[in-house]
Every structure is written in structure tokens, then in C-alpha cells.
């Protein structure tokens, strides 16, 4: 990949993004008894152009059908990441409320500037078992993970991430940043916000090594492959047991993509997903990936033939950027993540990690 990370390695290396989270956590919570759920939200003060790819076969979704390229809104204020299954989305209610009280939203009345829409697309994991079922978020988690918002924030067991379990193993929330070096769209920046909790594996049973260190190779981010104590304690784990289950997240770029842009930025990010989880896409996720384009940057436009986009080969590169940028945030999600609910963390099991 010719870039570097950007200066968080986060989202918010893309100017114009905030994220926050909001969660319950009891230390004693088991698989059934107490509460082990959470919010994410991705801010975009201002408005951001956006875009979905839905690509799992039991997707759980808020205005998406909005994102469609051909329809009539074009930017998003926020959105919401989840835990709590469809019950989750309710969170969505108190994103709405916090950037309505801050003037955030589709302006509706030229008179009154506190009349606004505010546009907040969302997408939930299936997280239910963690924890005791009927504890999921709620309007008051949105309100407070987009109260909370900011460029610094956590990685791990943490917002959405709380419940989240990738195969056998604790999953998470993770993120990653490109700054590309070269080429038309050198200097402009793509980043990932995931959260993991795919039914397929999320490492190698021949190496204990992720999937998704396969791109940049395990001594990108300090590790070696396991020992065969690790990786026969590792293989020993049952299989995860729930039907219903997903990995959601954001990916964005400072490039000024319109709709269609982002829509593809969405679609191929999802390779990165492919990368990194397998199987991937399957009947018992519901993978969703929204895509942001802040528009701060201005990349060099190359010519290119009339027929095409103009921005083509900057949109390229960003697609690019994006699928590397996803399969590094699900790895991030897995190293970043510790036991939850007597779920197992990827560091438990391979103890080389970061030695």
C-alpha cells in the first residue's frame, strides 16, 4: 500500500469525524446474566456525502434505503453502530435527539434554524446471548455515545464492541487510517471504524496468526505464530453457537466523493471484510458497511477519457485504501479486545502477541 498510517491509525485521521461510545458492562456478567452491551457513534458535524453496501444475508438497518445513489438526500449527520440486535436501533432515536438540541440536521424552516432532520443511518450486531437478553441499548445509549464523540476514543471491548464475539473468540471494535504518499490521490486520507463479530474464524488454525495479517504480513502489527500448545487450546474452542450475528462499520476519506463514489468506496471495503473473516458474507451475518466522504481534501484529477468520471483514478486508489484499511481494523478489533463473559480474547489464547 503506498501510504503511511495516519496520525491515530483511527477514523478521526479523517478531518470531520468524531466517534464515541456508550456502553454497560458488568465485570461478572456471564453468557445469559448481566449487562454486556453497547453504542458507537460516528459523528459527522456538518454533514458528510454517504453511501451503504449491505452484503450479509440477515442485515439489521437503519435508513438505508435513504443511502441509495439515486435518491433525493445526499448526506448523513451521524451513524449509529450497535449491539442489542433490532431492538438496538432504538439508539438511533437518541443520536437523533442530542444533534437536534445542537442544530445538527436537514434545515426545514428558512424562520427557524431549530427545525432540522437530523439523518442517522444505522446498522446493529447480534449480541443478545452476552449478557442478559432483555439489556440492550436504548435512545438514552445514542444520546450519550454521540454526547461523547470526540477524535481520541477506545478500541477493544468497548461501545458496540461490548458484546461482540468473532468466531471463537472475544471480537470488538477496531480501526485503522491510510494517508496516501502517491498517485492522484496522494495526501488524501481512508480510514475504518469496524465492528467484529462475524460467525466465521477470525485467525489461521494452522498459525494462530488473523486472517487479516495476511496483506501486510504479522510483523506489521508484532506478531509471530503461535506454539502448538496455543494453537491446540486455540482449535479447541466450540464453534460459535448463535444463528444470528455480523460485522458492521464505516469507512471514509477526505476525497470529495459524490454518492456513487462513496457507494463504491463501500462496496469494495468489503473485500477487506473477506480478507480478514471466513467465511464472510455468509446467511448468518448481516455485514454492512457505510461509507463517508468528508470532501476536505483536494486530490489532483489526471485526465482521463470523457466517458469516465473525472475523478476515476482518485477514486481508485481510495478503493483501494479502504479494503486494507477495513482488514487492518478487524485485526485491531481482535488484538484490541479482552475477555468478555468468560469469552476468550485473542491475547489469552496467543501469548506471543506483543512479547
Same mark, same amino acid.
Given at each position: 500500500?503506498?501510504?503511511? $498510517?495516519?496520525?491515530?491509525?483511527?477514523?478521526?485521521?479523517?478531518p470531520g469525524?468524531?466517534?464515541?461510545?456508550?456502553?454497560?458492562?458488568? /465485570?461478572e $456478567?456471564t453468557?445469559?446474566?448481566?449487562?454486556?452491551?453497547?453504542?458507537?457513534?460516528?459523528?459527522?458535524?456538518?454533514?458528510?456525502?454517504a453511501?451503504?453496501?449491505?452484503?450479509?444475508?440477515?442485515?439489521?438497518?437503519?435508513?438505508?434505503?435513504?443511502?441509495?445513489?439515486?435518491?433525493?438526500?445526499?448526506?448523513?449527520?451521524?451513524?449509529l453502530?450497535?449491539?442489542?440486535?433490532?431492538?438496538?436501533l432504538?439508539?438511533?432515536?437518541?443520536?437523533?435527539?442530542?444533534?437536534?438540541?445542537?442544530?445538527?440536521?436537514?434545515?426545514?424552516?428558512?424562520? &427557524?434554524?431549530?427545525?432540522?432532520?437530523?439523518?442517522?443511518?444505522?446498522?446493529?450486531?447480534?449480541?443478545?446471548?452476552?449478557?442478559?437478553?432483555?439489556?440492550?441499548?436504548?435512545?438514552?445509549f445514542?444520546?450519550l455515545?454521540?454526547?461523547?464523540?470526540a477524535?481520541?476514543?477506545?478500541?477493544?471491548?468497548?461501545?458496540?464492541?461490548?458484546?461482540?464475539?468473532?468466531?471463537?473468540i472475544?471480537?470488538?471494535?477496531?480501526?485503522?487510517?491510510?494517508v496516501?504518499?502517491?498517485?492522484?490521490?496522494?495526501?488524501?486520507?481512508v480510514?475504518?471504524?469496524?465492528?467484529?463479530? /462475524?460467525?466465521?474464524?477470525?485467525f489461521?488454525?494452522?498459525?494462530?496468526?488473523?486472517?487479516?495479517?495476511?496483506?501486510?504480513?504479522?510483523?506489521y502489527?508484532?506478531?509471530?505464530?503461535?506454539?502448538?500448545?496455543?494453537?491446540?487450546?486455540?482449535?479447541?474452542?466450540?464453534?460459535?453457537?448463535?444463528?444470528?450475528?455480523?460485522?458492521?462499520?464505516?469507512?471514509?476519506?477526505?476525497? /470529495?466523493?459524490?454518492?456513487?463514489?462513496?457507494?463504491?468506496?463501500?462496496?469494495?471495503?468489503? &473485500?477487506?471484510?473477506?480478507? $480478514?473473516?471466513?467465511?464472510?458474507?455468509?446467511?448468518?451475518?448481516?455485514d454492512?458497511?457505510?461509507?463517508?466522504?468528508?470532501?476536505?481534501?483536494?486530490?489532483?484529477?489526471?485526465?482521463?477519457?470523457? $466517458?469516465?468520471?473525472?475523478?476515476?483514478?482518485?477514486?481508485?486508489?481510495?478503493?483501494t485504501?479502504?479494503?486494507?484499511?477495513?482488514?487492518?481494523?478487524?485485526?485491531?478489533a481482535?488484538?484490541?479486545?479482552?475477555?468478555?463473559?468468560?469469552?476468550?480474547?485473542?491475547?489469552?489464547?496467543?501469548?506471543a502477541?506483543?512479547?
Amino acid at each position: 500500500m503506498n501510504g503511511r $498510517a495516519g496520525q491515530r491509525n483511527s477514523l478521526t485521521d479523517v478531518p470531520g469525524l468524531l466517534v464515541g461510545h456508550h456502553h454497560r458492562l458488568d /465485570p461478572e $456478567a456471564t453468557l445469559g446474566s448481566g449487562a454486556a452491551t453497547g453504542c458507537t457513534v460516528v459523528r459527522a458535524p456538518g454533514g458528510a456525502i454517504a453511501a451503504v453496501d449491505v452484503r450479509g444475508g440477515g442485515p439489521g438497518t437503519r435508513e438505508t434505503d435513504l443511502l441509495d445513489p439515486a435518491n433525493t438526500v445526499r448526506q448523513v449527520n451521524s451513524i449509529l453502530l450497535t449491539g442489542g440486535s433490532a431492538y438496538g436501533l432504538a439508539a438511533a432515536d437518541g443520536v437523533m435527539r442530542w444533534l437536534e438540541e445542537h442544530g445538527e440536521g436537514i434545515p426545514m424552516d428558512p424562520t &427557524d434554524p431549530s427545525r432540522v432532520v437530523p439523518i442517522v443511518p444505522g446498522a446493529v450486531i447480534f449480541d443478545l446471548p452476552v449478557g442478559e437478553w432483555g439489556i440492550r441499548p436504548t435512545a438514552e445509549f445514542g444520546y450519550l455515545a454521540a454526547a461523547a464523540a470526540a477524535v481520541e476514543f477506545e478500541r477493544g471491548s468497548v461501545g458496540a464492541g461490548v458484546g461482540a464475539r468473532a468466531g471463537s473468540i472475544k471480537g470488538g471494535v477496531g480501526t485503522a487510517s491510510i494517508v496516501l504518499s502517491d498517485g492522484a490521490a496522494a495526501g488524501v486520507t481512508v480510514a475504518a471504524l469496524i465492528v467484529a463479530n /462475524p460467525v466465521g474464524s477470525v485467525f489461521d488454525p494452522r498459525t494462530g496468526l488473523p486472517w487479516g495479517a495476511g496483506t501486510d504480513g504479522p510483523e506489521y502489527f508484532g506478531l509471530r505464530p503461535a506454539d502448538a500448545e496455543q494453537l491446540a487450546n486455540a482449535n479447541a474452542l466450540a464453534v460459535k453457537g448463535t444463528v444470528l450475528n455480523t460485522t458492521i462499520g464505516v469507512v471514509a476519506t477526505d476525497a /470529495p466523493l459524490d454518492p456513487v463514489g462513496c457507494r463504491r468506496m463501500a462496496t469494495t471495503a468489503h &473485500d477487506g471484510l473477506a480478507r $480478514a473473516i471466513r467465511p464472510a458474507h455468509s446467511p448468518l451475518d448481516g455485514d454492512t458497511l457505510f461509507a463517508l466522504a468528508t470532501g476536505t481534501a483536494q486530490p489532483t484529477n489526471f485526465p482521463v477519457p470523457f $466517458a469516465f468520471p473525472q475523478d476515476l483514478l482518485v477514486l481508485d486508489e481510495v478503493c483501494t485504501a479502504a479494503a486494507v484499511c477495513v482488514e487492518r481494523a478487524i485485526v485491531d478489533a481482535v488484538l484490541a479486545a479482552r475477555s468478555v463473559a468468560g469469552i476468550p480474547s485473542y491475547v489469552d489464547l496467543f501469548t506471543a502477541f506483543g512479547e
